[in-house]
């Protein structure tokens, strides 16, 4: 059974950074894209970045150009999101989805989330 695993969300005040991992394990993630979602509430899910199977320079959302990077360990099955300088409009539930190959729209197997909290 194809799986990913969210965890190190959490509370943050702004200006703080947390490190995001997504586990995967049922798959190779050698082969596989990942990218990171997130869903405020009562706002639309949005992509905030993709890194592909073959590696190359990730995209990202706009809003968090400069402050957020992506990377992946397939040695440890885990692709990570680094966050910093986080603010309150970051406060989302993050999710991280899979997909063969290369980033794109439609992706196979997702993850169930973890909570971010960001606030004073």
């Known amino acids: 059974q194809s799986q990913l695993v969210e965890s190190g969300g959490g509370l943050v005040q702004p200006g703080g950074s947390l490190r995001l991992s997504c586990v995967t394990s049922g798959f190779n993630l050698h082969s596989y894209a990942i990218a990171w979602d997130r869903q405020a509430p009562g706002k639309e899910r949005e992509r905030i970045s993709c890194i592909s199977a073959f590696g190359g320079t990730p995209d990202y959302l706009d809003s968090v150009k400069a402050r957020f990077s992506i990377s992946r360990d397939n040695a440890k099955n885990t692709v990570y999101l680094q966050m910093n300088s986080l603010k309150p409009e970051d406060t989302a539930v993050y999710y991280c989805?899979?997909?063969?190959?290369?980033?794109?729209?439609?992706?196979?197997?997702w993850g169930q989330g973890t909570q971010v909290t960001v606030t004073s």
């Open positions: 989805n899979a997909r063969r190959f290369s980033c794109g729209e439609d992706y196979d197997y």
